[in-house]
Nanobody, 114 residues
Framework: QVQLQESGGGLMQTGGSLRLSCAASGSIFSINTMGWYRQAPGKEREFVASITNGGRLLFADSVRGRTIISKDNKNNILRLEMHDLRPEDSAVYYC????????WGQGTQVTVSS
């Protein structure tokens, strides 16, 4: 089972941008769908964005239009870019493998200061 490790979190400013990476321990080429989720304190984990090998993109309403997700099958990396950050984007961000995720990373904390 592929192991996932997120990086790129930290303290960010309102209106700024985040760039997260998720490195896989093995090939992600055969994993058709990968995605990003996030969990804010006291809230349930929520879907952020996903991508398939066929290029199908899905976004949560709250991030659509300011978010880019990309899947680098050559280097086994999933990336997330989010712009125009808001305090409500603060959360632990997780990458996940599978449409019904079967593998999760440990998460990276993103804090957006107001």
């Amino acid at each position: 089972q592929v192991q996932l490790q997120e990086s790129g979190g930290g303290l960010m400013q309102t209106g700024g941008s985040l760039r997260l990476s998720c490195a896989a321990s093995g090939s992600i080429f055969s994993i058709n769908t990968m995605g990003w989720y996030r969990q804010a304190p006291g809230k349930e984990r929520e879907f952020v964005a996903s991508i398939t090998n066929g290029g199908r993109l899905l976004f949560a309403d709250s991030v659509r239009g300011r978010t880019i997700i990309s899947k680098d099958n050559k280097n086994n990396i999933l990336r997330l870019e989010m712009h125009d950050l808001r305090p409500e984007d603060s959360a632990v961000y997780y990458c996940a493998a599978g449409e019904q995720p079967f593998s999760w990373g440990q998460g990276t904390q993103v804090t957006v200061s107001s």
